[in-house]
């Protein structure tokens, strides 16, 4: 709930300033009053916070519903890691980060060498999660897509069946063209999604490691949540388009 929360109220208060900047120009260019900007403003701060509010639980439902799903992908995940990977390498990709993050500072002062341990133990454990969560994105997706060719493809024979001839080769010189950009759509927005999830994962890493320097333990949680909030933030439209 705080995730998609703290998500919702992100995007609508970049969205917000953007909004307002926009006003503001035209204000300067002598297109709209003050009074008018300002009415403007307050009519837009009013219909989209009642719509954000709307959407925020249909958002919450989907989130748990997928966070089940990661997490039972995860799980299968790590079997198969066990079966493939040595001891060291399967216990990096499943290390607690949060044990991590008490341990490393009593065992350096140098702020340095802190920042890249946890950094490295943040990056690897994490890889599962990222993957189960890029997974499900991925399906979804693709689900979409196939729904939405499927009913198309559905309309288009329904139609040709009752044209001539000559329309009937139109429609599905129609339905190829549209069928191409279909899957250069969804080739797009696979690759939004895998360079959401990597940067995520940057950032989550990072962040943890900066929240170590000044909590360690449960900075190091924080600060992984805020940089991969971040990206996720970046990234909402299309994450939530995928879904």
């Keep these: 709930i705080a995730v998609q929360g703290s998500n919702m109220l992100s995007s609508y208060l970049l969205e917000q300033i953007e909004q307002e900047q926009a006003r503001e120009e035209l204000v300067k260019k002598g297109e709209l009053t003050e009074a008018e900007c300002d009415r403007l403003n307050e009519e837009w701060e009013e219909r989209e916070w009642k719509k954000q509010m709307d959407e925020l639980p249909k958002k919450i439902y989907h989130y748990f519903v997928k966070y089940h799903v990661i997490i039972l992908l995860m799980r299968l995940y790590e079997e198969i ?64 897509y196939w729904v939405y060719y499927q009913k198309r493809r559905q309309r288009l024979k329904d139609g040709r069946s009752e044209t001539p001839a000559v329309e009937s080769a139109t429609t599905a010189e129609e339905e190829e063209q549209e069928g191409g950009a279909m899957v250069l759509s969804f080739c797009i927005k696979s690759s939004r999604i895998i360079v959401s999830r990597a940067l995520g994962l940057l950032a989550a890493a990072y962040g943890g490691a900066l929240g170590t320097l000044y909590w360690p333990g449960w900075g190091t949680i924080i600060g992984l949540q805020m940089g991969d909030g971040m990206v996720y933030t970046a990234f909402d439209t299309f994450l939530d388009g995928s879904s």
């Design 81 to 144: 890691a066990s079966r493939r990977y040595d001891d060291v390498t399967l216990d990096r990709l499943t290390m607690d980060y949060f044990k991590a993050g008490l341990r490393v500072p009593t065992q350096t002062n140098d702020r340095g060498l802190v920042i890249r341990e946890v950094y490295d133990i943040c990056f690897w454990s994490n890889i599962i999660a990222y993957l189960a969560d890029y997974s499900v994105h991925q399906v979804l997706l693709g689900y979409t």
